[in-house]
């Protein structure tokens, strides 16, 4: 495997304002081509394409994260779909998934609209940013243990940028959840010992540097077809987990 694009100093994001930082973060991981078998998968994927969506331009790169430069809550996912975020460019935009999470988070006001079809649709949120610890889709919705250590770089400077306004995490679903916490724990802040395991509507705080820089890290299924037609994941439960974490947040009282 190719060695990654590390985030660092080089880069030109070290001095930068924090959306000004952002953004160029953004473009890099909009660049990277470290994992050749999921820059293989997602330029097929972009080049085959699904028939329902033959008249589209795939998006066919890695996904960046989506929201404010300023956000107070991150939602943490998996990683994009071959025919959803591979396809539009924006994290859990253009299939089922993003369907129910962003109808959730408009539910608890935390978005402007309950729909997300395409990047251009006027989605905005309202102190919430979404990410993915691996940005390309893989095969099978599968990345490898590799293939998720190659990417933690872009997810380790993503939350650094985001460090002085960030107070709580979503993380949907146990992939994410052991992906998030070595990056959390690179980025400065401590994460205890035994890490914590996954479980929906697990809560663990994770100290910072400063006493007002702590994070209050939230465990909930991911908002996969699986667990949402299962009866899993409803609609309720995952509201529950995102107004709670708004509130830890400051989002909301």
Same mark, same amino acid.
Not at 31 to 59: I, M, N, S
Not at 97 to 104: H, R, T
């Given at each position: 495997?190719?060695?990654?694009?590390?985030?660092?100093?080089?880069?030109?994001?070290?001095?930068?304002?924090?959306?000004?930082?952002?953004?160029?973060?953004?473009?890099?991981?909009?660049?990277?081509?470290?994992?050749?078998?999921?820059?293989?998968?997602?330029?097929?994927?972009?080049?085959?394409?699904?028939?329902?969506?033959?008249?589209?331009?795939?998006?066919?790169?890695?996904?960046?994260?989506?929201?404010?430069?300023?956000?107070?809550?991150?939602?943490?996912?998996?990683?994009?779909?071959?025919?959803?975020?591979?396809?539009?460019?924006?994290?859990?935009?253009?299939?089922?998934?993003?369907?129910?999470?962003?109808?959730?988070?408009?539910?608890?006001?935390?978005?402007?609209?309950?729909?997300?079809?395409?990047?251009?649709?006027?989605?905005?949120?309202?102190?919430?940013?979404?990410?993915?610890?691996?940005?390309?889709?893989?095969?099978?919705?599968?990345?490898?243990?590799?293939?998720?250590? $190659?990417? +933690?770089?872009?997810?380790?400077?993503?939350?650094?940028? *985001? @460090?002085?306004?960030?107070? !709580?995490?979503?993380? #949907?679903?146990?992939?994410?959840?052991?992906?998030?916490?070595?990056?959390?724990?690179?980025?400065?802040?401590?994460?205890?010992?035994?890490?914590?395991?996954?479980?929906?509507?697990?809560?663990?705080?994770?100290?910072?540097?400063?006493?007002?820089?702590?994070?209050?890290?939230?465990?909930?299924?991911?908002?996969?077809?699986?667990?949402?037609? $299962?009866? +899993?994941?409803?609609?309720?439960?995952?509201?529950?987990? *995102? @107004?709670?974490?708004?509130? !830890?947040?400051?989002? #909301?009282?």
């Amino acid at each position: 495997m190719d060695t990654p694009h590390r985030p660092d100093p080089a880069d030109g994001t070290t001095g930068l304002s924090g959306s000004t930082a952002l953004t160029a973060l953004d473009r890099r991981v909009a660049g990277c081509r470290a994992c050749p078998r999921l820059v293989a998968w997602r330029e097929e994927v972009a080049h085959t394409k699904r028939a329902a969506f033959a008249d589209w331009t795939y998006w066919g790169r890695p996904v960046p994260g989506f929201g404010p430069p300023d956000a107070r809550l991150l939602i943490v996912g998996l990683a994009p779909a071959a025919h959803g975020g591979n396809r539009t460019g924006r994290m859990f935009t253009g299939d089922r998934s993003g369907d129910v999470l962003y109808q959730a988070l408009y539910d608890v006001g935390l978005a402007s609209q309950p729909t997300s079809v395409a990047a251009d649709d006027g989605l905005e949120l309202y102190g919430v940013r979404v990410t993915a610890p691996v940005h390309c889709a893989p095969p099978a919705n599968k990345p490898t243990p590799d293939e998720r250590n $190659t990417c +933690r770089p872009w997810l380790v400077q993503e939350v650094r940028l *985001l @460090r002085p306004t960030l107070r !709580a995490v979503v993380v #949907l679903g146990a992939f994410g959840w052991h992906a998030a916490l070595p990056a959390f724990a690179e980025a400065g802040w401590t994460v205890p010992r035994p890490r914590p395991v996954f479980a929906h509507g697990t809560r663990v705080s994770l100290p910072g540097q400063e006493a007002y820089d702590g994070l209050e890290l939230f465990g909930c299924f991911h908002v996969s077809q699986r667990n949402t037609f $299962t009866g +899993r994941l409803t609609p309720e439960m995952l509201r529950d987990v *995102l @107004r709670t974490a708004a509130v !830890a947040a400051g989002l #909301l009282k």
